[in-house]
């Protein structure tokens, strides 16, 4: 392991006097974020401003319980905080209640599940291999584990969801929950058609918006509210917020999902990171986020289309949200050796399965692209451009390591252009 160390603007010296230890591999990870280009489309850069939320003394408190109905004392200003943070949630979506104490996007879906689910029940998720998420029916997951699980998919040769087969399966197998929502499919989601769909053969939708809820406030992603029972989704991606979750529905299981939260699911909720969805929230409703989420489009689209001029396919042909998921087969490059080549360079991507994949779930034969952390550190159109060439350059070469280093270097100096933690960055 590489130990870099780079300049930054974090005051962390109590943590260093306390734990050289830890100190030490902290250094290198803010080296890493500072120096490589990263492009997990679920991962993005906070605000200090939600850091500093993250890191206060609410982490001392316990507050099991809601808002003025708490099993601890000593809850009048954690009640204050989580009070504000469920009511800019509610505004941000435009929903009816909002439940922000889920630790993760999972344990809101589980928390959805438990309200109006029963073990053994019937959900009708998207398929993993087809873009969805573990937690909408896995057999691996606990979704899969507790409950009966049918799957819909997409059309192989489009790319999109193929709601003729949805339709069919709802009918055929009567679920008590239609899950929509992905985490690895870059097309606008019909919750309209879905929420029509549900309501013919009686279940519940939920709609899972993890990836998509920045888009979705900025007003560039179709909203699922009025289409969904519930609406879950997590605060660290495209909301740009605390690693975190959010679950909302309807009035009339407002009750059953906060019961589902806590007694059901959690026991103390972690009121430091509340603070932090808080503080997400409120820099979410500016206009300066409304025009981030823009840019966050605009680059999306230059990076699929420069990938597309070079010679590579996308599944589905483009994106209409914040990243691409890049189709490998017949590029003599596995998602399992891509991921592998760009990470060496300087490029944090994450292999990922595709419809109608040949390889292995730990192999694959796609590569998901992301852009909301790049353009949280500034960078547009143009710098889009030029990483779409690095990355065909670097699949097309595979074996050649004088590229790769040349490639590296010159990641190096866009990434001291556009400074993260240093002076000057974004997390000021």
């Known amino acids: 392991m590489t130990k870099e160390k780079t300049e930054h ?66 809850c009048e200003f954690i009640d204050k905080i989580e009070s504000i943070a469920i009511e800019r949630a509610k505004k941000l979506f435009n929903t009816e209640h909002a439940n922000v104490q889920p630790h993760s996007g999972t344990t809101a879906n589980q928390a959805v599940y438990f309200s109006v689910c029963k073990p053994g029940d019937t959900i009708l998720g998207m398929k993993l291999a087809h873009g969805g998420h573990l937690s909408h029916g896995h057999p691996v997951n606990f979704s899969g584990l507790i409950y009966r699980v049918v799957s819909y998919g997409v059309n192989f040769e489009t790319g999109l969801i193929d709601y003729d087969e949805l339709y069919k399966q709802a009918k055929e197998f009567k679920p008590k929950i239609i899950v929509s929502g992905a985490s690895a499919y870059p097309r606008q989601i019909d919750f309209a058609r879905i929420k029509s769909i549900a309501d013919e053969v009686g279940a519940a939708h939920l709609a899972d918006i993890a990836h998509y809820a920045g888009l ?31 679950a909302m529905c309807t009035s009339d299981y407002a009750k059953a999902l906060d019961k589902a939260v806590f007694p059901g699911l959690q026991g103390g909720p972690l009121e430091h990171v509340i603070l932090a969805k808080a503080v997400c929230f409120k820099e979410a409703m500016t206009d300066e986020f409304k025009r981030y989420q823009k840019k966050i489009l605009e680059n999306a689209k230059t990076l699929g289309e420069t990938l597309l001029s070079n010679g590579y396919k996308l599944v589905s042909g483009g994106t209409d949200c914040h990243f691409i998921l890049l189709d490998l087969r017949g590029k003599n490059i596995t998602g399992k050796d891509a991921e592998e080549v760009l990470e060496h360079s300087g490029i944090t991507v994450n292999k990922n399965a595709i419809p109608n994949d040949p390889q292995t779930p730990a192999v694959t034969s796609g590569v998901r692209i992301g852009v909301p952390a790049l353009t949280t550190r500034g960078m547009g159109i143009a710098e889009m451009k030029t990483i779409g060439g690095w990355i065909t350059e670097l699949l097309d070469s595979p074996l050649d390591t004088e590229k790769q280093k040349n490639i590296r270097h010159s990641i190096l100096e866009l990434c001291q252009s556009f400074p993260l933690y240093r002076n000057g960055g974004f997390c000021r």
Do not use: W
């Not at 200090?48 to 004392?73: C, D, H, I, S």
């Open 9 to 74: 603007n974090l005051n962390l010296d109590a943590l260093k006097a306390a734990d050289a230890d830890v100190y030490d591999y902290l250094e290198c990870e803010i080296s890493r974020q500072e120096n490589q280009l990263e492009m997990i489309a679920s991962e993005n850069f906070c605000s200090k401003a939600v850091l500093q939320a993250a890191g206060t003394p609410l982490t001392n408190k316990y507050a099991e319980g809601y808002p003025g109905r708490r099993y601890y004392g000593g």
């Open 216 to 246: 979705v406030v900025a007003g560039l992603y179709g909203s699922p509210v009025g289409y969904a029972d519930f609406v879950t989704a997590t605060t660290h991606k495209t909301l740009r917020g605390p690693r975190s979750g959010l």
